[in-house]
């Protein structure tokens, strides 16, 4: 099982509240990811982090932003939240300079805003 | 446009049958092809890899074939047991960058009843 750990894991929180999510690793990847998934569909890239210090944007755009300041941590940040931030986030960890490596996921964390 | 579709979209099948779930991707230039495995409330764990020239990768019960030249993967599962249910993501990557690029399919829902 990956070493690859996400807090919390279930979050209900009222609109325009400020919310950081949790995510760590053990593994020492360098690379590090975030996903969003809605009930059915796909996963959808936001963020990811090439090693410390290093941030991009993913190919859904969202109103989250992360900091890498430690090789096993990659928090992501929503400074106000609202419903339409109401999903599934996975937190991801890889080696390689490639995306097609095997990414090591973590549990999630189901935000709720209410 | 690259994309990946699955189907079905969710099947029920008794414990102890066999089932098959496809993939059908646009994705091109091809590097991998990886099935996930999601069970409810975590995040996907990786069952095979393939890459272009492989036709046939087994991991247990589990068996993935891909034919390059029609674009199409398939995951047959073997006796399957109750621990099968779960959600199986299909995953292409593709080389079109140094980095390449992964495309999800939505998935197909497994559910298997005693």
């Known amino acids: 099982e990956a070493d690859i750990y996400q807090t919390p894991r279930y979050l209900v929180i009222g609109t325009g509240k400020k919310i950081t999510l949790e995510c760590s690793q053990t593994?020492?990847?360098?690379?590090m990811y975030w996903y969003q998934q809605d009930p059915g569909m796909e996963l959808h890239l936001i963020h990811y982090s090439y090693g410390v210090n290093s941030t991009e944007k993913g190919d859904l755009s969202s109103e989250s932003t992360v900091s890498r300041i430690r090789t096993e941590h990659f928090p992501l940040t929503l400074e106000s939240a609202r419903p339409s931030h109401t999903s599934q986030y996975l937190c991801a960890s890889s080696t390689g300079n490639f995306f097609g490596n095997e990414q090591y996921f973590g549990p999630g964390t189901r935000l709720t805003v209410t | 446009k690259n994309q990946v579709e699955q189907s079905p979209q969710s099947l029920i099948i008794l414990e102890g049958k066999n089932c098959t779930l496809q993939?059908?991707?646009?994705?091109?230039?091809?590097?991998?092809l990886r099935w996930y495995k999601q069970d409810t409330g975590r995040g996907p764990v990786s069952l095979t890899i393939m890459t272009f020239s492989e036709n046939t990768k087994s991991n247990g019960r589990y068996t993935a074939t891909l034919d390059a030249d029609t674009k199409q993967s398939s995951l047959h599962i073997t006796a399957s047991q109750l621990s099968d249910s779960a959600s199986y993501i299909c995953?292409?990557?593709?080389?079109?960058?140094?980095?390449?690029?992964?495309?999800f399919g939505r998935g197909t829902q497994l559910t298997v009843w005693p």
């Open positions: 995953v292409v990557s593709d080389r079109g960058s140094t980095l390449g690029r992964l495309y």
């Open positions: 993939c059908n991707y646009t994705v091109s230039p091809f590097s991998n």
């Open positions: 593994m020492g990847h360098d690379k």
